[in-house]
């Protein structure tokens, strides 16, 4: 598994290899990262998953970007050929000509700018998984929207009881891709359009306040992916492993996106996966 996706760290090169925890820190060839940066939480949470099955085959393709494009354009050259059956593309400005060149030979998986990315190439049927939010799926579900920022107000202007309908103007109005998990109060497992399972327990309110549990998911999830299991398994037993994480961890909404990644194997061993 590849996971691709920029950091907030200005003048950051490309960098390219196999991540290791220690800590709250996610150690990258030289580089020490804090795990509560987006694509770090993504990536240490992986990790945490795969360790508990005894595999460590993962690898990061990663570059400093501000906002700028300069640290995605980067990441876009380098995933025009890419060595392995799973891609993930996660914080990543949108350059419709460059995720176009992508090699789409393996299952891509994308979340946040990999989504918009997609969407608005046009190419959301070449991915594998979205794993948008309620807003993210808004903009994804508004075929005249090409950013986030247009999506009209008739859409934008929505609560979780609307997803099933939004989930279906998507893929009636849009090119997605077979499976999409919209993450929220209540989460939805999506197969080709169709609500296949929805899961809203344990509902731990305070989870909504904690950034990076979207994140951590996506690790979850994609790393499950990468491990056979079955794609509809793999995020309905994502969506609960992260809920159980909320109950183990006894979060509060100052509680750091930290203290959940430590919890994955434990959150597995309840589980009994």
Do not use: Q
Not at 5 to 15: A, E, Q, R, W, Y
Not at 42 to 50: D, E, P, V
């Amino acid at each position: 598994m590849i996971i691709a996706g920029t950091l907030p760290i200005k003048g950051l090169d490309l960098v390219r290899g196999k991540p290791r925890l220690e800590g709250n820190k996610l150690i990258l060839n030289n580089l020490e990262i804090p795990i509560s940066m987006g694509t770090s939480t993504l990536i240490a949470s992986a990790i945490k998953t795969l360790e508990y099955f005894g595999e460590n085959e993962l690898e990061v393709i990663t570059a400093g970007d501000i906002g700028e494009g300069d640290g995605s354009l980067k990441i876009y050259n380098e995933l025009k050929e890419v060595n392995d059956d799973l891609l993930v593309i996660h914080y990543i400005k949108p350059k419709i000509s460059k995720i176009r060149e992508i090699d789409f030979s393996p299952k891509i998986i994308a979340d946040a700018g990999g989504m918009y990315a997609a969407k608005a190439a046009n190419i959301g049927d070449k991915f594998f998984l979205f794993l948008p939010d309620v807003g993210e799926l808004s903009f994804l579900a508004d075929e005249k929207a090409y950013h986030p920022a247009y999506v009209r107000g008739f859409i934008s202007e929505v609560d979780d009881r609307e997803v099933p309908k939004l989930i279906e103007r998507a893929y009636k109005n849009v090119k997605m891709p077979k499976y999409l998990v919209v993450k929220g109060e209540k989460d939805y497992v999506v197969s080709e359009g169709k609500i296949i399972k929805t899961i809203e327990e344990p509902k731990i309110e305070a989870m909504e306040c904690i950034g990076g549990t979207g994140d951590s998911l996506t690790g979850i999830i994609s790393s499950l992916i990468s491990l056979n299991f079955k794609p509809e398994e793999a995020c309905l037993l994502g969506c609960k492993i992260n809920r159980v994480l909320g109950e183990i961890s006894e979060v509060k909404p100052d509680t750091k996106i930290e203290t959940l990644i430590k919890n994955i194997p434990k959150a597995l061993k309840i589980l009994k996966i």
